[in-house]
Structure formats: C-alpha cells, structure tokens
C-alpha cells in the first residue's frame, strides 16, 4: 500500500457509515429488547450502547446507538449485520478482525474503533446470560 492510503475508507466502510444497518434511532424504550450492554472506549471515551432480543437462543433482533466515529459507526452496522441469527455464543466468536474484514479493512489508527461495538455486544450477552441465570433459581 502507498504512503497515504491507510487514510482512505473502503467502499464498504462508507456505505455502512451512511447507510447503518440496524441503528436505533429515537426512544430506546420502544425498543422492547431482553438484555442492553454499554461500553465506553477508553482510547477516545467514546460510547456504545447496544440492545439484543433473543429468541430460541439466537440474536432475533439487535439495535445500537452511539457517540463514536464514523468507523465505529460502520463497525457497528456490520458487526449488527454478523451478529443477527447467530446463536449467543456464535455471536460471541465474532472477532474484531471478522469485523474489519467484513468492512474491508479499516485503517489501522481506527481499529481500535471496531472493538467499541463488539465490547458493547458481549456486555450485553453477559447481561442477557445472568438475567436468564436469576430467572431460574
Ligand atoms: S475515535 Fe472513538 S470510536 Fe472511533
């Protein structure tokens, strides 16, 4: 790659950054989900909060809002993308990489953007686990 590449979004990137997929827009409390998980990025103190239903044990739906960048912002959308159908410790197996490759790479001072998401998603799989866990005692 040229001096200078590593500063350009892929195709994929910017579409996802414009085009979010799965982004809950207004009152989060429409949003009738069993389990919510919020993270911050301690790199830039950004935050992401992330809402999963589930059903059967797979992740029927998913939404998320957040403070962070553009590349945490198409992170997101596609990590949403990976995420939906997949049971909960499948969910679990996504990697910030399958992320990045998802998106086509994204430059590598903004990975640590990709992560934001994925921390936001097990916080709520941890949440979604202990409350199921409760339930049944
Ligand atoms: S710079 Fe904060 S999430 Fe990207």
């Known amino acids: 790659m040229e001096e200078g590449q590593d500063w350009i979004y892929t195709d994929t990137v910017k579409e996802h950054f414009l085009n ?7 009152d989060e409390s ?6 919510t998980g919020i993270v911050g990025n301690p790199i830039c103190g950004d935050q992401m ?12 739906d998913i939404r998320w809002k957040t403070y962070g ?3 945490a912002i198409a992170s ?10 997949k049971t909960l410790d499948e969910a679990l197996e996504i990697s910030a990489e399958d992320i990045d490759n ?6 590598k001072h903004k990975f640590h953007c990709s992560v934001l998401g994925h921390d936001a998603l097990k916080d709520a ?11 049944t005692e």
């Open 76 to 85: 997101t959308s596609a990590l949403s993308e990976l995420a939906k159908g």
């Open 102 to 107: 998802y998106l086509g790479k994204l430059p």
């Open 49 to 60: 909060k992330m809402f999963i239903k589930v059903k059967d044990g797979r992740i029927e």
């Open 125 to 135: 799989i941890k949440n979604y686990k202990e409350q199921s866990a409760s339930n």
């Open 69 to 71: 960048c553009a590349s």
């Open 30 to 35: 429409k949003f009738k989900c069993d389990a």
């Open 20 to 26: 979010p997929r799965n982004f809950l827009m207004g």
